[in-house]
């Protein structure tokens, strides 16, 4: 049984799951909350002050954390080899360059970490602690972090280079999701991570003018979104100017995502392909509806999905790096 809670309308609402976790679990049985009990004991609080650090500097960075968690778990499992430089380096590759960020942020958390319990957390464990801590204070669920990851020896940019992308159709995105062990429960919950964060416009503005040769806009996009993202991202405009996955809340975790896609207000042609699509009517669209109703069930089901990415593991052998940025000596 395990026990969580979380603000929902500004009150403390506490949850039971009932053996939520035993669906969680098994993937990777040597991961544990209580790793750093001992070595590391104020392992959980220092984290948490840093993301609240980083997230009075700029909200956004809330997003951009937990993305970096994702972008590390679905290459050479969670090992933050996403963090490593050098010229084989993820943050090369298409899906993360310009667009991955938060990498200062890691180095902070992970030196104030350094600072009271030298040589003992890995770089991908604090990746997983800062993607939790992202989400509970942008008021979304929080839960316990099965923790003692190892940092790989070896980045992989064409591994990098084949993340999900938002131009795929969904029976594509949904085999990456399967390639790593997770399922169509977890694509749906995980891609709610959509409601904050940015996106920006050369990933999306396909959609606003010509979509695929017709000559016109994509046709699942409700037009008052549309009229104004063709005013943000004009036709040959800066592809880096950014807009909000979710403009209905942009900094808040909550379940307005869904409410978006059931209006076809979603950013991405991946996000609104999850209601929209012909493959979503036996998939994903009936678990978006759900979650678009409740959110308790988004909560649950997120928190378990991220879990199981979270377990995401390639079995190879690693160290604590001292610096996430290269491996020790
Ligand atoms: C289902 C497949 C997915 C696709 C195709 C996808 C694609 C994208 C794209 C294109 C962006 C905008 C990047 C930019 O403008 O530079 C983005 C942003 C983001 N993604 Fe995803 N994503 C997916 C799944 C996920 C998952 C599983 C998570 C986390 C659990 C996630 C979390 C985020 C967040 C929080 C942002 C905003 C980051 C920021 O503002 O810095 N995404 N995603
Ligand atoms: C995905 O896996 C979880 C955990 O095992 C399970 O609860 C859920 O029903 C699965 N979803 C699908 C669509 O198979
Ligand atoms: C839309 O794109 C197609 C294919 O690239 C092109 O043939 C067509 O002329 C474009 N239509 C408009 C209205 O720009
Ligand atoms: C977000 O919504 C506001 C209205 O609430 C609108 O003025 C603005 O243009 C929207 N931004 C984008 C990028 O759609
Ligand atoms: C976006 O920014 C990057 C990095 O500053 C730059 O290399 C790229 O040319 C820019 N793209 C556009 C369309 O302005
Ligand atoms: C969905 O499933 C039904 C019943 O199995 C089937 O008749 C239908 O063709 C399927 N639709 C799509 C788009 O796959």
Known sequence: MKTQTFKVMGRHVLLTFFALCMLCSGVRAQLNPDSYAKSCPSLGQIVRDQVTIAMNAEKR???SLIRLHFHDCFVN????SILLDGTDSEKLAI???NSARGFEVVDTIKAAVENACPGVVS?????ALAARDSVSLSGG???RVALGRKDGLVANQNSANNLPSPFEPLDAIIAKFVAVNLNITDVVALSGAHTFGQAKCGLFSNRLFNFTGTGTPDATLETSLLSN?????????NGNITAPLDNGSTDAFDNNYFKNLLQGKGLLSSDQILFSSDLAVN???????????NQYLFFRDFTCSMIRMGNIANGASGEVRK????INN
């Open 61 to 63: 960075m809330a997003a």
């Open 229 to 237: 993202l063709q005013s943000v991202c004009p036709l040959g405009g």
């Open 283 to 293: 998939t994903t669209k009936k678990l978006v509806e759900a979650y678009s109703r």
């Open 141 to 143: 669920p929080r839960w």
């Open 77 to 80: 499992g969670c090992d933050a």
């Open 95 to 97: 899906p993360n360059l």
């Open 323 to 326: 610096n996430c940025r290269v």
């Open 123 to 127: 770089c991908a464990d604090i990746l």
